[in-house]
């Protein structure tokens, strides 16, 4: 069932992708400040992996000292901006406001951070300092939430920080990744400038780190690098028929669509095969790009899905359709997608299995694999010493963010797999003083 | 049958809820207008000697999502020709003859009150107002609350009035003073049939951080204006109880005015002593609409108490409002929180820790926010159930039996004055305080 009509323009792709926390007016944002209770201990801080200080800067939101609260947003969260849109309040701040407990809708945690953020920054409000240069060099690999968070605590610092980008623009999955309804990249592009105005790191695009001489110039040139890298592509789910045309990754996919809006042609039928996060996303995205019928296909059950309830529920009401307990076992076609054959499962004493006599073909013209992105494993084989376990998922001290190789420091998707904004803006910033701790001692 | 009309000193009204004398009482189409939306009577905007006035009038107090919670004005009493305000009541009476319509008057002179009291006689008011309580511009000119300042000038005019007036007097007190029974006994022993008040409080609402100036700003300067609204509720019932307990002034009717905006309001300050109830600021905020909550809500407590008339329950508070003095001490409250109720904000903790008497704990297992009461130093202060928000939750439970009774006057009486700290609720006794260096090990 479309509920979307194929977007032509980029009036209607933003119709389509309407923003799902849009900015607060003053009068919205002053009502809705003056509802919190101002908690001890407040559960809300607890909750945000970033520790920002809700409860003071939604005061300062309501006494009228927005410059105030965007100081006590980004003095946790050098990403407070884009944390407040793309941010799982469901599940994090806002799920644990304590209105939730007296059938009271939570304060919009999320909402209000973005409204005072966004403020600050469309006045061009200088809030930050730059600490005296101490003569150190950081580089930082990737311009993603982490490497933009660790850039900027290192900048305080009084670092020299120069960023390598792979990519023509920075913020990483900000622009790259997230859907369009939850952060424009417009939105996202203003705070990394805003950042670097008053922070002055260097970004260096289209600067890709791919071989063993870049790696150590970089050692000689600095006193030490931080990975922001993220995941790679889309991992290869070894299907039959899975080279054809018209199989992507929801990543590939996702970015895509991020930087050509109207202009991707989504066909009419789709199948977004994963149970993640990503997958709604992706199916979210098919449906309002004005895809007539997307199902959503997932190997277990509904419950074992790894997204959270408020994205399956976001995608089904764009229209998308579901199975579950379905394992997709060859793409079909003829050169082009028709379709996707899979499998029943059923859970056998705790063990999912793979049903071989109870199989059918879902027909498709596109199949989108959210099914898990590759990790950067082949940047992390040019540096010595450097421990990516057993599934290139950096180790690294819980503390100081220090990988094996103690001039380099690791953070955010590089470190936990995929996690989110906000995970990683904590990561950069704390490896920066993880790595200050090191270079001081 | 309820009855809500009233005899007021002699004015009568359908029912006790007044417009008191303020802008929304300025003309004849604004009272009108009133009459019709349900209002029993109404206290005309002062008539007096010429003025004029300043823009920029009114200043508010918002507290969190509370608009003009506090307000406060420079305006001065009418400046619209006496000869249009008088043909106005007229034309009002001539719709409205079994409605009050009130001339709230403030001149200077003897021969200037007997003037104008001719003159709204024959316009067919029904009663008048003596404004003594205006804080503000004519105060500065000797009138106002200049007068209600002044008991013996109080006096003294109230009699000059009761001499020239055929219609029953109302005298309105300033509350700009120490002892709200000083004028108020000089207003009775001049004659005057009844009292209103409060008028407003001289007040400053709030300064403005970039020209430096108070609210409201007339070209970059203010002046101290007349705080009323819900805010100053608190005070006028004060006022309006010491009138009420006292032998002489309580033997005539007292009109309360003072933030009133719900029926609540209403009941609480018949409650107190009043028999007629004024509103303006809640009239400036809402409209004239918001009487038909104070009459519904009126009717439900006095149809769910059983009342016929607002006398059957008028002052019935009175006798429990005494002095600290007689207050029973062997009375004892301690806090309860219902955990079923309890949503973990905490507030009661922080609320008791830093700002009362140190008696809740919370739990060792953090994942448990719900509070406890310590008891033994629970002194029954409300703070806990005063800040949480949810209703019901908090609890304050009787723990005395009820059968012990002292107060301190008796212990005066008893010659039982403590020489030594001995309260068993007081630090140190029966109850725990907290070295000053626990302070800082959190």
Same mark, same amino acid.
């Given at each position: 069932m479309a509920e979307y009509k194929r977007p032509t323009t980029e009036a209607a792709f933003k119709q389509n992708f309407k923003q799902k926390k849009p900015l607060m007016n003053d009068t919205e944002a002053y009502y809705e400040a003056s509802r919190c209770l101002f908690c001890y201990d407040a559960p809300c801080i607890q909750a945000c992996p970033t520790h920002i200080d809700i409860p003071l800067f939604i005061k300062q939101i309501h006494t009228d000292n927005v410059t105030g609260a965007s100081k006590t947003i980004f003095d946790s969260n050098w990403l407070g901006n884009a944390c407040g849109v793309v941010c799982p309040t469901d599940v994090l701040c806002e799920g644990a406001c304590v209105y939730n407990h007296q059938d009271v809708p939570p304060i919009q945690i999320g909402r209000l951070q973005n409204f005072a953020t966004n403020k600050t920054i469309d006045a061009e409000k200088d809030i930050f300092k730059v600490g005296n240069s101490n003569g150190k060099r950081i580089a930082v690999i990737g311009s993603g939430p982490a490497g933009i968070a660790c850039a900027c605590e290192a900048r305080t610092l009084g670092y020299e920080v120069d960023i390598f980008e792979a990519k023509e623009l920075p913020s990483g999955l900000n622009v790259h990744g997230v859907a369009p309804y939850k952060i424009t990249n417009e939105e996202a592009l203003k705070e990394i400038d805003y950042l670097q105005k008053q922070l002055g790191f260097t970004i260096k695009y289209?600067?890709?780190?791919?071989s063993k001489e870049q790696i150590q110039k970089l050692e000689n040139d600095y006193d030490a690098i931080f990975l922001g890298v993220g995941l790679g592509k889309t991992a290869t789910l070894n299907l039959e028929g899975e080279d054809k045309k018209g199989v992507i990754g929801a990543v590939e996919f996702i970015e895509e669509l991020r930087m050509k809006h109207h202009q991707l042609k989504v066909p009419k039928r789709v199948v977004v095969i994963g149970g993640g996060n990503t997958a709604m996303d992706a199916a979210s995205e098919s449906a309002r790009m004005g895809a007539r019928k997307t199902v959503l296909a997932y190997r277990n059950s509904k419950d074992n899905m790894g997204a959270y309830g408020f994205e399956y529920d976001l995608a089904i009401s764009a229209g998308v359709d579901s199975l579950f307990n379905v394992t997709p076992i060859a793409i079909v076609g003829n050169g082009t997608v028709e379709g996707v054959k899979f499998a029943k499962t059923e859970m056998v004493e705790g063990t999912l299995k793979t049903n071989m006599n109870n199989v059918f073909i879902v027909r498709c013209d596109l199949v989108i694999k959210a099914t898990g992105q590759a990790k950067q494993g082949s940047l992390y084989d040019l540096i010595d010493n450097l421990d990516a376990g057993t599934n290139a998922i950096l180790n690294v001290n819980a503390e100081t963010f220090q990988t094996s190789n103690p001039q380099y420091f690791a953070g955010g998707d590089a470190i936990n797999g995929g996690s989110e904004v906000v995970n990683a803006a904590y990561d950069g910033k704390m490896a920066a003083q993880g790595i200050h701790q090191w270079l001081t001692k | 049958m309820i009855d809500l009309s009233i005899n007021f000193g002699g004015i009568k009204s359908p029912n006790p809820f007044w417009l008191a004398s303020a802008p929304p009482t300025n003309s004849g189409y604004q009272v009108m207008k009133a009459f019709e939306a349900g209002w029993g009577g109404a206290v005309w905007k002062t008539l007096g000697v010429p003025v004029v006035n300043v823009s920029s009038r009114y200043g508010a107090v918002n507290y969190r999502n509370t608009r003009m919670m506090g307000f406060n004005n420079i305006e001065l009493i009418t400046d619209r020709p006496l000869a249009d305000n008088l043909r106005e009541i007229e034309e009002v009476k001539k719709y409205f003859p079994d409605h009050a319509i009130i001339a709230s008057l403030m001149v200077e002179s003897r021969a200037e009150w007997e003037q104008i009291i001719k003159d709204v006689e024959n316009a067919g008011a029904d009663g008048i107002e003596l404004n003594f309580g205006c804080p503000h511009g004519m105060c500065e000119r000797g009138m106002g609350s200049a007068v209600g300042q002044e008991p013996e000038v109080l006096k003294t005019i109230v009699e000059w009035v009761k001499e020239a007036a055929n219609i029953p007097v109302i005298t309105k007190l300033s509350p700009n003073i120490s002892h709200i029974t000083d004028p108020g006994l000089a207003a009775v022993q001049g004659g005057t049939d009844s009292i209103s008040l409060i008028n407003t409080i001289k007040s400053i609402v709030g300064i403005d951080l970039?020209?430096? =100036?108070?609210?409201? &700003?007339v070209d970059g300067k203010g002046s101290n204006g007349g705080y009323c609204g819900p805010a100053v509720k608190p005070i006028a019932m004060h006022m309006l109880k010491d009138l009420a307990q006292h032998p002489e002034i309580s033997k005539v009717p007292i009109s309360g005015i003072g933030g009133i905006e719900t029926w609540r309001d209403v009941v609480e300050f018949i409650l107190l002593g009043a028999t007629s109830v004024q509103v303006c600021t809640a009239v400036m905020h809402y409209g004239f609409g918001i009487v038909r909550e104070m009459e519904a809500g009126l009717r439900q407590f006095m149809e769910e108490k059983n009342y016929n008339t607002i006398y059957d329950f008028a002052g019935k508070a009175l006798p429990n409002v005494t002095e600290w003095k007689h207050l029973n001490l062997k009375h004892k409250v301690v806090a309860e929180i219902n955990p079923d109720k309890? &949503?973990?904000?905490e507030l009661c903790y922080i609320s008791c820790d830093d700002? =009362?008497?140190?008696a809740i704990a919370l739990s060792d297992d953090i994942t448990n926010r719900i509070p406890s009461i310590i008891e033994e130093n629970c002194v029954g202060c409300n703070l806990c159930s005063l800040v949480c928000p949810v209703e019901d939750c908090i609890t304050m439970v009787q723990k005395d039996d009820g059968t012990e009774h002292i107060t301190w006057n008796e212990r005066t009486l008893n010659d039982d &004055?403590?020489?030594?700290?001995?309260?068993?609720? =007081?630090?140190?006794k029966g109850h725990f305080v907290p070295k000053p260096t626990d302070a800082l090990k959190s």
């Open positions: 289209n600067s890709a780190i791919t | 970039d020209s430096y =100036a108070p609210y409201p &700003i309890c &949503i973990g904000c700002g =009362a008497h140190q &004055i403590p020489t030594t700290f001995d309260d068993d609720r =007081a630090g140190g």
